[in-house]
Every structure is written in C-alpha cells, then in structure tokens.
C-alpha cells in the first residue's frame, strides 16, 4: 500500500458512500477532528496522509471494515456502502418478497454469494 493508493482509495469510498468533501470536513468536526476541506483534498489527492485516528473516523465513517482489502486493492473483496446494507436487511426481514426481488432482478437463488 502506498501513499497513491490511500488517497485513491479515500476518495472512491467517500464518493461511493455520497458524501461531498465538504461534508466529510463537518462529520469528522462533529466527531472531534476539526480539517479543512482542503485537507480532505489533500489525502485524497496524495499530498498528504490522514494521522491514524483520522484514518479510522473516515473507515468508521465510509463504513470500511476491512482494511486490507480497501486499500491493497484486493479485487475479491466487497464493501456494501450503508444504503446497500439497509436493503439487505429489509430483504431478509421481508422474507416474502424474496422470491419476487430475484425476480426482478434476475437472480438464481440457488447460486449463493459469498462477501
């Protein structure tokens, strides 16, 4: 992992998990971590590194669990962001509709996903 990949990466999760810069600058505020958004953009950027406790707000934040995959770009992982983890469990509370969202989507139920 190296310091192209941090920014990289920091910048795709927090595009992914829809947040503007700015309002990763106000999160990480209401958490104690007082940044500018410039220096949101300068991890994300490569210029320079969040400090460790910054690094895991942000992976709390982007809901990053697992660190290796996110940043050693490892292509067999997969990080649900929270809008697709709330869909997952509303799948599974709603057992009955099952059968008609892999309908519509065109799933196989007998094919099983690992994560």
Avoid at 15 to 43: F, H, M, P, R
Avoid at 63 to 75: E, H, K, V, W
Avoid at 99 to 108: I, Q, R
Wanted: proline letters at 2%; aromatic letters at 8%; hydrophobic letters at 35%.
């Amino acid at each position: 992992m190296n310091k192209e990949d941090i920014g990289k990466t920091l910048k795709l999760y927090r595009k992914k998990n829809n947040y503007k810069v700015s309002d990763v600058a106000i999160l990480l505020s209401e958490d104690g971590k007082y940044v500018a958004e410039k220096t949101v953009y300068g991890w994300e950027s490569s210029q320079s590194l969040p400090d460790a406790e910054c690094l895991i707000k942000l992976c709390q934040l982007y809901n990053i669990r697992d660190l290796n995959a996110a940043f050693c770009n490892n292509s067999n992982s997969f990080e649900a962001t929270k809008h697709e983890e709330e869909l997952i469990r509303s799948y599974r509370i709603n057992s009955e509709m099952q059968p008609a969202v892999d309908k519509l989507l065109g799933l196989n139920r007998s094919k099983k996903i690992n994560f």
